[in-house]
């Protein structure tokens, strides 16, 4: 891969698509294209070819989606079914028709079977029924992985689908009721102690086991990913470790240093028991992840209160 090569990050504001942008920029690549959602909607596939045809990019990251949590997925199920596969299917097509050398599509842990075998396996994917609150979404996202496999196998094309586990970081979204458990737990925590309150409510029993990976780690597999020639389409992406919810959350309330007592609400639902990737394919390609869990929270930590300090 040339330094020089222009590589297109769609999504490059979102939190993945940021750090991306951060690590290619960081490795000396210099010819990074991104557009906002306002310049060039992904959902708009004559904006898309358009685009396409005038930049021509030698390399795609596909890092823009309609994303959220158990509560966006059910409120909005057409969305996430529908603007996911509206996104993936004009940028894998365009990429296809405009000759783009490498693509590299963000894909999900979440999008496995509810009942697959932990640790989960790249080859489990459709072999089982889905988790039915995030169905439309992995739907979605199951086609776009599907669609760089035929063009892998139909047109030897390097389209390659990164399928990260549940991240967190700098650009997280801390809104309480869109957003995941680890910042929805840091939110909670943070305001409990500057508002002297003396315990926090979680949802469930906090016993569900749950994997994290910093950003900047999937920015890294990522641009392992784009210098190096992998031979197969699917790739997990995680650090291969997991903990109890109860435990994460003992965690952040040491790190923001509140005092009080943690609730757990039983009257919300855990989920399913365990989520763990099996990282050992990407392993043996020579990645593995880096940021151990406390010293993500504390980095992400940080750039929450850099935000909160600017928004004064
Ligand atoms: N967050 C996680 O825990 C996690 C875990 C596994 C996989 N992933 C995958 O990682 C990818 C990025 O997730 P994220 O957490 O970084 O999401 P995010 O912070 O919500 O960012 C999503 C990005 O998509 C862009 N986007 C959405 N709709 C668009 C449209 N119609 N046209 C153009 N751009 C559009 C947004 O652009 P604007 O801001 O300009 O609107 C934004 O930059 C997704 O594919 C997701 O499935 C995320």
């Not at 769609?10 to 690590?23: D, P, Q, T, V, W």
């Not at 310049?39 to 004559?46: M, S, T, V």
């Not at 009257?267 to 099996?278: A, H, N, R, V």
Request: glycine share 8%; hydrophobic share 35%.
């Amino acid at each position: 891969m040339k330094r020089n090569n222009k590589i297109y990050i769609a999504g490059h504001k979102g939190m993945a698509g940021s750090a991306i942008l951060r690590k290619l920029s960081g490795a000396g690549y210099s010819n990074l294209l991104g557009k906002t959602s306002g310049e060039l909607d992904l959902k708009d596939r004559i904006a898309v070819n358009r685009f396409f045809k005038e930049e021509s990019p030698d390399v795609v990251i596909l890092a823009a989606a309609r994303v959220g949590g158990i509560w966006a997925n059910n409120e909005f199920p057409y969305e996430f079914l529908m603007h996911n596969l509206q996104i993936q299917n004009n940028v894998i097509d365009a990429a296809h028709s405009y000759g783009v050398k490498k693509f590299i599509f963000l894909g999900s842990s979440c999008i496995y079977p509810k009942y697959s075998p932990q640790p989960i396996k790249e080859e489990y994917l459709l072999s089982g029924e889905l988790e039915p609150t995030n169905q439309w979404y992995s739907l979605a996202k199951i086609t776009g992985i599907k669609a760089c496999e035929a063009l892998r196998r139909q047109y030897q094309k390097d389209f390659v689908c990164l399928m990260p586990t549940n991240l967190y970081g700098p650009g997280d979204n801390f809104d309480l009721q869109t957003s995941h458990v680890l910042p929805a737990m840091l939110r909670k925590f943070h305001e409990a102690k500057n508002r002297d309150h003396a315990s926090v409510k979680l949802w469930g029993t906090g016993s569900p086991m749950r994997e994290f990976m910093h950003v900047d780690d999937l920015a890294s597999a990522v641009l392992f990913t784009l210098e190096h020639k992998l031979e197969e389409t699917i790739y997990n992406v995680g650090t291969g470790k997991d903990l109890p919810i109860d435990e994460l959350a003992v965690l952040i309330q040491q790190i923001i240093g509140h005092q009080g007592k943690i609730i757990w609400d039983h009257s919300k639902p855990d989920g399913t028991p365990q989520k763990l990737l099996s990282v050992e394919k990407l392993k043996n390609k020579g990645w593995q992840s880096e940021i151990a869990l406390e010293e993500g929270i504390r980095n992400t930590y940080d750039w929450y209160n850099m935000q909160q300090n600017q928004n004064l």
